[in-house]
DNA sequence: CCATTGTGTTAAAACGTTTGCATAATCCAT
DNA sequence: ATGGATTATGCAAACGTTTTAACACAATGG
């Protein structure tokens, strides 16, 4: 048999409502009960069934990831371990537990939230994909169930999120390449409805203008966070008579894939190309060489993530809105050159 | 306010437990008033609140994967993030949410595994490590609670668990090395307290014995599943003056450290090192050269862990206990040569 | 000494379901 | 018609908490 708070009040000699308020540390309980319940507790080994306080109390100390089916490739990036570790370690520092949902299909993707939310399971949820026009957003403002957003959106003003100045980070590369003399400078970037995506390419354009550079069409690819993504970016460069002499490239992943193609068809980086690219990853030491990158402390921005939302979900503060994670360039071989020879 | 079943049952004019009736199918239900309820929830959106739910049926429709302490750098390798996509997939599939808690430190791991039992949140547990004598293993077994073992344990004969023949994978990947030719194989192993090191190992042991070749203590070195792992065994390999030819490593991410270092130093895989590794990660193919492996299907591993586990929690099969999914050599460049030329 | 304030405790209602038991309605065979 | 099965539904208790309102009692202040 299932211990509860009712044996717990039979053998302290107090009522079941005493107990409860040992539990939450009520103030008017004297010392002398709080001994003796915490004793027995202690004793019997006695653990509150979360469903029934969940029940009476509307509140489930349950947070979820939401992870709409275009986010699968995630999965094939340390990104998404990395920033579920940060959520994971903020969350039960808080005593929260984290549950991690996906839909199925991209059809049922607001079936699938409507059913998180309106069953009542968790108290707040992370959103991990920021396209422009998300439905899931969408239901969420509407129902002001409380979540926070990795990324921004520009359609509502006041959703919380947890993101990095994407264009300035993207400014910084470009800048960095600048300043090591390249003039040709092209740019990878991942799926165009991310609004990361059209963040950092923005950063990129403004770096090229400012400092009086071509802002070369052809130079602009567009794919997916996959090594393949890479590697056909670079076919598809490489091909051009007028070829850039550096690229800033949207995703570590997809960077790696860009220096292998580039290995295998006998250019080497840096010295016919140099590179860099975003999120710092493992994979950018796992390279050879070792690719440049933008640091966007992904830790951080689980553990922010979390730590906004519970704050939220607790009605603690009423800061909530926009939190901005600063960026770090970690500067590796695949950058170090300073005069390119290659073209 | 929230909608309940006595709305729908208002609504439906019936009582609430006709409504519950039809929710769960319940067979003395006429084809009339179901289609009569079923319209009503559809129509004013009712959803059933899982914690009452859960409340009275005893079951939360929710399994959880614990990780001890210990198993943190996990979250540095892409085997995690596969492993959790097959998982989920599987559990959403049957309409199990999944829940990712950790213990905090190596101390509070029992504690941390009694409270997500205790108190009623999940219905069973996923268990990452199978080390010997696992605190954690010993209190669900005690406690009788359904849980899955990725791995296996010895101590116990009745645990289920989801694994691979490891020993005759590591048999199979340095069988691989030996038909390539190479008589001198070492072996970089991961931290000795897994079971599944010693499995690889003897598995290593084995082929050498049978093929009457050289087992040098020398050769094998044990480390974390870190590419710096990889890269200390590389130093201490090298610096022997009696060198193996090839190595069986027993992670993708080490041999890469293992790789790069060979690189950098200006040895050549495979011409002066060839190269078996497991769990055939992508970045096995980010490598260069691209990394033998032997695939241990990790989705398959989530997929199925999460499968055998809800039919354990919904006591429908007493077929529970071990399953063994097979493995696959993937023969990539780095063990393709079929003479040594190294020394 | 009475009114007030403060302290510690409890009884009972509520949270939103499921389910065993009872009952009402329908059916079929005599 | 009659009576037993069979089928469909409802009542009410239960699940294990929290919380409101009420109460008993002690301490305080005028």
Do not use: C
Not at 247 to 266: K, M, P, S, W
């Amino acid at each position: 048999m299932t211990v509860t708070i009712k044996d717990v009040a039979r053998l302290a000699g107090v009522s079941p409502s005493t107990v409860s308020r040992v539990i939450s540390n009520h103030p008017r309980i004297s010392k002398a009960t709080a001994v003796k319940v915490r004793e027995i507790m202690e004793q019997i080994g006695y653990h509150p069934n979360v469903m029934a306080k969940s029940l009476v109390s509307k509140t489930t100390s349950t947070l979820a990831i939401f992870l709409p089916r275009p986010a699968e490739e995630l999965f094939l990036n340390l990104f998404f371990s990395e920033f579920i570790r940060g959520m994971v370690a903020r969350a039960s520092k808080s005593g929260y537990d984290m549950m991690i949902t996906s839909s199925t299909s991209e059809h049922d993707e607001v079936a699938a939230i409507t059913r998180l939310v309106r069953s009542k399971r968790v108290d707040g949820v992370i959103l991990m994909s920021s396209r422009r026009n998300d439905p899931v957003v969408h239901y969420l403002e509407e129902q002001q169930f409380p979540f926070i957003l990795i990324g921004r959106n520009e359609e509502y003003p006041d959703i919380m999120s947890v993101d990095n100045d994407n264009v300035q980070a993207s400014y910084d590369a470009t800048k960095h390449l600048i300043d090591r003399g390249h003039t040709r400078i092209g740019f990878v970037s991942g799926p165009p409805h991310l609004i990361m995506s059209k963040d950092r390419m923005k950063g990129y354009e403004k770096a090229l203008r400012e400092a009086n550079l071509p802002l070369n069409p052809q130079w602009i690819v567009e794919g997916e966070f996959l090594q393949e993504s890479g590697y056909r970016a670079m076919s598809l460069i490489m091909s051009l008579l007028d070829r850039p002499t550096a690229l800033v490239v949207i995703d570590d992943v997809v960077a790696f894939g860009i220096v292998r193609g580039l290995n295998e068809i006998g250019y080497s980086v840096p010295q016919n190309m140099s590179l860099i690219s975003f999120n710092n990853t493992a994979l950018t030491e796992l390279s050879s060489p070792p690719i440049s990158s933008v640091d966007i402390s992904i830790y951080q921005l689980g553990y922010l993530a979390s730590q906004n939302l519970i704050q939220a979900v607790k009605g603690e503060s009423k800061e909530r809105y926009r939190m901005i994670v600063p960026h770090r360039l970690v500067v590796r071989d695949s950058s170090s050159n300073t005069i390119p020879t290659g073209s």
